[in-house]
């Protein structure tokens, strides 16, 4: 199950500003989920997941109409951001299952195409005897149309496996500390998440190393989205990078 929080209340301090009811900032939320995140969920090459987007109930309902038109989402309306509420609303989406899987995603990053398959592999190889922390430590800082490459073990792109029975989602650990918690797996080194940067989120600025033969395919974009690399662009990056791009377009042989 992935979970995301779309406009869920969370309260901090003494604030009440309830930004998250807005229209306004519903609206650009909303073009965010419908440009980068949905589009990657529903790419997915194993479908083999459910989709928990947390709602307020009180988003109006436009918005939820908006949201539940689209492939894989079921908006769901929840009174907090509680995990242990949530872990019940999960046992009720996967009533056949004894084991879990469950990942976090926020509703304005993106997944590569073979997250889930990824998961499910590492699980039916290597099946785990207790809970464990499932991690891919490289992905993206995404910033319009240009990817820069990021190194990042314990990110919050994270999922955690558990038994049933003593569920408790990928919500009840931060990614930060999750290995005081569980064991954690960091999976393959191929990218498999992207943090897309814009002016309303926390952490506004790239990371890493421009990348210059990113498929936007592999997030569920159309690769007439992202601006085909000239000139002026290579002039960011390390000559590896360019001789990296040169080798994988097979601009020259090999």
């Known amino acids: ?69 689209l492939d894989c989402v079921e908006a769901t309306p929840m009174e907090k951001y509680e995990y242990l509420d949530i872990a019940e609303v999960v046992k009720q989406m996967t009533p056949d299952a004894d084991w879990v899987i469950t990942a976090n995603l926020d509703s304005d990053d993106q997944i590569h195409r073979q997250y889930v398959e990824d998961l499910y592999k590492e699980v039916e190889k290597n099946p785990p005897e207790g809970r464990v922390f499932l991690s891919f430590p490289n992905g ?47 999976l393959t080194k191929d990218p498999r998440w992207g943090t897309v940067i814009h002016d309303n989120n926390v952490g506004n600025y790239a990371f890493g190393f421009r990348v210059l033969h990113v498929d936007p395919i592999d997030f569920g974009l159309r690769r007439d989205q992202v601006k085909i690399p000239g000139p002026s662009d290579y002039a960011e990056v390390p000559i590896a990078w360019v001789k990296e791009h040169i080798r994988r377009t097979h601009i020259v042989g090999n």
């Open 1 to 69: 199950v992935i979970i995301t929080r779309f406009n869920l209340y969370i309260p901090f301090g003494t604030s009440d500003d309830r930004k998250n009811l807005k229209m306004e900032w519903l609206t650009k939320r909303v073009r965010l989920f419908k440009e980068y995140c949905q589009p990657s969920v529903a790419n997915q090459s194993d479908r083999r997941f459910r989709w928990l987007v947390m709602i307020d109930p009180l988003t109006p309902q436009e918005i939820v109409d908006e949201l539940n038109a």
């Open 140 to 186: 993206y800082s995404v910033c319009g149309d240009r990817y820069y490459l990021r190194h990042y073990p314990n990110n919050q792109f994270h999922a955690l496996a558990e038994p049933k029975d003593a569920l408790e989602t990928i919500l009840c650990a931060n990614h930060d500390v999750m290995h005081l918690t569980a064991p954690v797996r960091y």
